[in-house]
Structure formats: structure tokens, C-alpha cells
């Protein structure tokens, strides 16, 4: 069972990345999927959320209108499209599953609504 992001990288402001959370071992067909970040010295911030129930779409607002997550059934990942970035941007990035898929406005950006985290993939924005 893993839970694998990438995609992550160098890029220049203003710049994209498209990140995946591949899973193997397991399908995510039963889980919302999140996307959290963290950058050094800052708690990890919850970024997005997908259900895998409804297809309903959570963002944290500062993302909003510069970053897309999506699921791809076929190849049991999620993505999150990147636009726009901007240095403060720079993180690690991690994709976690929530079991219950119930993401809400009051939980979805909580680290303790998700039991199992992938590791992460480092994204940094700089000229």
C-alpha cells in the first residue's frame, strides 16, 4: 500500500507544475483525496480536496483561481494543476486520503481528517 506525490520541482514565478498523487496497493475510488503543503518553520496547510463521491472541489483561498485538482479514475491518481505560482508557493507538497469522504467547509483543510499520507514532493519558486 502507497500513496506516492510528484511532480514537484524548480520553476519561475508565474510559472506551472502539475503535481500526482499515484496510490498502489489500494484504489482512492473510496476516498477524498487532499492536498497539503508545508513550508519550513509553518504547520502544514491544507491546499485542496477532491470527493471521490460527488467530485466536489475544495480550496484553500489562497490558491484559488490558480490551482485545479482533479481524479483520474483510470489511473487511480489525483492532480493538482499549478498556475500562476508564486514564491510564497514554495513547500513541500503531500496528498493524504480520507477514508470517510466527507470533506466539508469546517474539515477538509484539517491534517486530522486524513489517516494516510504519501511522501512528499518539494516545490519551489524562485526567479
Known amino acids: 500500500v502507497q500513496l506516492q506525490a510528484s511532480g514537484g520541482g524548480l520553476v519561475q514565478p508565474g510559472g506551472s507544475l502539475r503535481l500526482s498523487c499515484a496510490a498502489s496497493g489500494f484504489t482512492l475510488d473510496y476516498y477524498a483525496i487532499g492536498w497539503f503543503r508545508q513550508a519550513p518553520g509553518k504547520e502544514r496547510e491544507g491546499v485542496s480536496c477532491?470527493?471521490?463521491?460527488?467530485?466536489?472541489?475544495y480550496y484553500a483561498d489562497s490558491v484559488g483561481g490558480r490551482f485545479t485538482i482533479s481524479k483520474d479514475n483510470a489511473n487511480n491518481a489525483v492532480y493538482l494543476q499549478m498556475n500562476s505560482l508564486k514564491p510564497e508557493d514554495t513547500a513541500v507538497y503531500y496528498c493524504a486520503t480520507d477514508p470517510l469522504d466527507l470533506p466539508h467547509d469546517s474539515n477538509w483543510d484539517s491534517p486530522s481528517t486524513y489517516d494516510y499520507w504519501g511522501q512528499g514532493t518539494q516545490v519551489t519558486v524562485s526567479s
Open positions: 477532491i470527493s471521490s463521491k460527488d467530485g466536489s472541489t
